[in-house]
């Protein structure tokens, strides 16, 4: 997802047009997360996601993106990133990471949650809330930063201002902008580097993610030639929601309510987009 294209700014009639493929997703991924019961397959997840979006009749952006070969991606336990659905029987205490997008009259949307199976571990549960938190304080910090940077800045700061055992943010794989497009410019990392990066502007749009370990960062992709998985075989999570910037405020594209619900206690007041 690293590029040097340019940064598409939309006008409010795109950022809608997003936010309706935003809502649709969240219906979607609604499906698939209740879907994740022990004794279901990763396939099943994919099948309940696949039939609220073509029950809206609108199109996917993961099937097919470079020949991959479904609507979603599951990915269960060490799998970080890019699990291929199929045949795997979900287990109580498993922890999986639905990921998933839309689009809607050309214009995309992209999210993700994290679900525990069943009992969790008190772990794992602990790095899907820190996960889920940490993506707030980066679209908190988009409302109010001045630099795409700022968004890395305040993931950092909050996960690594926990208590508890520490939790890795990884580096190789990063948020980036959505639009017409579901991998656009720019990168949006999910850790301080010191970079400001590219100035926050009305009409941006982001796909914010921060994917968080209970072990080592170091990761590798599989024979599949998707699946990402950490080398240490410990446990990952990952939270992703698109937001978009807009002349009088932030919108989450991809909640019901904008993102009120969990940006009130960070003092943001999400604003919806004009007409």
């Excluded at 997802?1 to 979607?28: C, F, P, V």
């Excluded at 336990?77 to 009259?105: F, K, M, Q, T, Y």
Aim: net charge negative; proline share 5%.
């Amino acid at each position: 997802m690293i590029g040097q294209r340019k940064i598409e700014y939309k006008n409010n009639g795109q950022l809608r047009i997003m936010a309706e493929a935003g809502a649709l997703l969240s219906r979607a991924l609604d499906a698939a997360v209740d879907a994740a019961v022990p004794g279901a397959t990763t396939d099943d997840l994919d099948a309940a996601f696949a039939a609220v979006v073509d029950a809206a009749g609108a199109q996917y952006n993961f099937l097919g993106y470079h020949g991959y070969p479904k609507h979603i991606c599951a990915s269960v336990n060490d799998e970080v990133v890019h699990g291929i659905p199929g045949g795997r029987v979900l287990a109580d205490g498993d922890i999986v990471s639905i990921d998933g997008g839309c689009v809607v009259r050309g214009w995309h949307a992209d999210s993700a949650r994290t679900v525990i199976v069943g009992e969790a571990d008190p772990e794992d549960a602990r790095l899907s809330e820190v996960t889920r938190q940490a993506m707030w304080h980066g679209i908190a910090a988009f409302a109010r930063g001045s630099y795409v940077g700022d968004i890395g800045d305040a993931i950092d700061d909050f996960v690594s201002g926990q208590d508890g055992a520490p939790l890795g943010i990884l580096e190789d794989y990063v948020g980036h902008g959505i639009g017409s497009q579901m991998h656009m410019a720019p990168d949006v990392l999910n850790y301080r580097t010191g970079h400001r990066g590219p100035k926050i502007k009305p009409g941006m749009a982001l796909a914010i993610e921060p994917m968080l370990v209970r072990g080592s960062i170091d990761t590798k992709v599989l024979d599949d030639e998707w699946t990402v998985v950490t080398t240490d075989g410990s446990r990952a999570s990952q939270w992703e929601h698109s937001v978009a910037r807009h002349a009088g405020g932030i919108w989450v594209l991809t909640t019901p309510d904008g993102g009120a619900s969990e940006l009130e206690r960070l003092g943001v007041t999400p604003v919806p987009i004009p007409a």
